[in-house]
């Protein structure tokens, strides 16, 4: 899709003469935004719409604007984009023809650009066109991957239905020695321009291929057409693709399949560009190179110390530490084990793991019974107890246990909290016991 590098004038955009003032610049746009806005068209051609839709209300926040206006007046659209374009100098015909040349593909993948309203850069590994051609539309899907795929690496295979070029006719669409008629669609030229979107305050047009000739510019009689093709020029193809997704690859990350769209004649082959999806994973998080994960603890470990597997890593070992006795581990401290997170994708090195300790406190059982409590007591200090000033008055009050993360009535904003509902939850009745939090 070659942008034009013609930026359209935005009075014609609005429908209204040079020296139009204020008052007709506003109804213009009033009546040309309900025209064109993308809810009140069908679905096929909400696309079109919604750049028109957007170019319509781009025209109006320059033409309403005194200053832009003139600005604009003088200057043209590259006085209202230059100051903020910061393309150190480069001409903004230069800047859109270089996008096209990029091969702005236009697809559905244009969130996944760095540059807010630059869409379809995805094409930037398709520089290597034949400098002729325009780009044909790259392809992009979103590619769901477990983290454990993208620890490892994985390899896909899928199977691809897309157009080439008629073996038969090569693409012309007509038998062998047939005369073709210039396509009236498109006057011959294979293209025809649609409006297009680049940048905040920026339209263009870009062509695409003419959809009555498939971009060939002639139309052969029905009796001179290709016999395979019946004149279409391309026929579908099924072949199974595949794509190897590198271990440590992260989310957003891009795999692209060179030239593996559709074929369109006249246009180089746009490329199919896997986006990495990383799905959340249920026990581990990931933070780019490195890995959190909590680990279950009992409170006898923590203190008196353990060896054991703390947790299954993403590619089925098993992580065991050592805690030796003499320290305590506490609730929520944080383990770093160095070079045990996600691979980096070239060498062999490893992020980092953070294990988070999560304490398993003795359950109900154990609690009521009377011996353990008192085998406890008899070895825990007694101290130290935080001291406080002599006061005179000392309330005892009641409390229940609750969480002020939890969207619960438990929470202190007002009396409600008093209802002692939701105190089966986990059993705590007299407060003595630490509220896990899961
Ligand atoms: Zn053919
Ligand atoms: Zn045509």
Not at 83 to 105: L, S, W
Not at 136 to 160: A, I, M, N, P, W
Not at 403 to 425: I, K, Q, T
Request: proline content about 4%.
């Amino acid at each position: 899709m070659n942008a034009t590098g013609e930026t359209i004038d935005l009075y014609e955009v609005l429908g209204v003469e040079k020296d139009a003032s204020k008052a007709e610049v506003k109804k213009a746009y009033h009546k040309a935004a309900l025209a064109h806005h993308p809810d009140k068209q069908p679905e096929h051609l909400r696309e079109e719409a919604e750049i028109k839709f957007k170019a319509v209300s781009s025209a109006y926040e320059i033409l309403y604007d005194d200053e832009k206006r003139a600005t604009y007046d003088q200057f043209g659209i590259e006085g209202i984009n230059n100051p903020g374009m910061g393309a150190g100098g480069m001409d903004f015909e230069d800047f859109i023809n270089m996008m096209g040349g990029m091969g702005m593909g236009g697809m559905p993948g244009m969130h996944f650009h760095g540059m807010p309203g630059m869409p379809g850069m995805g094409g930037m590994g398709g520089m290597r066109g034949d400098g002729q051609k325009p780009r044909g539309r790259d392809v992009v899907h979103q590619y769901e991957v477990t983290l454990e795929d993208l620890y490892k690496g994985k390899t896909v295979k899928f199977g691809s239905s897309r157009n080439v070029l008629c073996s038969s006719c090569k693409g012309t669409g007509g038998k062998e020695g047939a005369k073709p008629k210039d396509c009236s669609n498109c006057e011959g030229t294979g293209s025809t321009t649609s409006l297009r979107q680049v940048g905040r305050n920026m339209v263009t047009r870009e062509e695409v291929p003419c959809p009555v000739c498939h971009g060939n510019g002639k139309i052969f009689k029905e009796k001179e057409k290709c016999k395979k093709c019946k004149g279409a020029c391309v026929k579908e193809e099924k072949k199974v693709l595949e794509i190897y997704i590198p271990r440590g690859a992260k989310n957003g990350e891009k795999i692209v399949l060179a030239g593996e769209a559709d074929e369109v004649p006249g246009y180089t082959t746009g490329d199919i560009i896997f986006v990495v999806d990383e799905k959340d994973h249920e026990s581990f998080a990931r933070a780019n190179a490195d890995l959190t994960h909590a680990v279950k603890i009992t409170l006898q470990e923590a203190i008196c110390g353990f060896s054991r597997v703390v947790l299954q890593h993403l590619d089925g070992r098993g992580i065991s530490i050592e805690h030796k006795k003499g320290t305590m581990l506490k609730q929520g401290q944080v383990l770093k084990v160095a070079g045990e997170g996600m691979p980096h994708k070239r060498g062999e090195n490893k992020g980092d793991l953070y294990l988070i300790v999560d304490l398993i406190w003795p359950d109900e059982e154990w609690l009521a019974d009377d011996n353990n409590i008192a085998k406890v007591k008899a070895v825990l200090p007694e101290g130290p107890i935080p001291e406080f000033e002599s006061m005179e008055h000392i309330d005892e009050v009641p409390f229940v246990v609750t969480d002020l993360d939890a969207d619960n009535e438990g929470v202190p904003h007002g009396a409600s909290g008093w209802e002692d509902e939701d105190s089966d939850d986990d059993g705590e009745e007299g407060g003595n016991v630490q509220c896990q939090q899961q």
